[in-house]
């Protein structure tokens, strides 16, 4: 029987936790620039008052991840996912993702865009099984940035159950 994640919109008392869970996986992974500390510091600033939005999963009481929608023109961008560690392989992400797409979807957005590396193999492989298609690049506020890819919300049916 698969986990169940109780998903909650960010608090400030989830400042710490957003930081935290964010730096772990970025040292783990790349390094972290200085924008990335200025959005995981600031998230209120960069991210909530711009028309964005931060989840938080719970699990068992815990908090165990993360994740922002950015407001861009685009659409969202989905950003600063993260799972502890000691929680990754449960499909937590997964379940992080489909929550984010039905949002996007309930708040009207026509898509959701991210930014990855072509290095983070298992990532790249969760997007496209979600419907994610690689496009231009075009450059990525983060020098790690090296893939851009797009999900059309208006054609979108595929579901973590596919």
């Not at 931060?54 to 989905?78: C, D, H, P, R, S």
């Not at 997964?94 to 949002?103: H, P, V």
């Not at 450059?139 to 999900?151: A, E, F, H, T």
Request: aromatic share 14%; net charge neutral.
């Amino acid at each position: 029987m698969k986990e169940k994640l109780n998903i909650i919109p960010f608090e400030p008392k989830h400042t710490t936790q957003f930081h935290d869970l964010n730096i772990v996986w970025l040292e783990k992974y790349f390094y972290v620039e200085d924008h990335d500390r200025e959005v995981l510091e600031n998230p209120q600033n960069y991210i909530i008052d711009n028309d964005g939005y931060i989840f938080m999963a719970e699990y068992q009481n815990k908090i165990i991840g993360t994740v922002a929608l950015i407001n861009e023109k685009e659409g969202f961008e989905l950003s600063k996912m993260a799972i502890n560690p000691k929680f990754q392989g449960l499909k937590f992400g997964q379940q992080l993702m489909t929550y984010c797409i039905s949002f996007a979807k309930e708040k009207g957005r026509n898509g959701l865009l991210l930014y990855s590396n072509t290095s983070l193999e298992n990532a790249i492989y969760i997007y496209r099984k979600f419907g994610f298609i690689e496009v231009p690049f075009g450059g990525s506020p983060y020098s790690r940035g090296d893939i851009k890819m797009v999900l059309n919300l208006k054609s979108h049916k595929k579901s973590e159950s596919d």
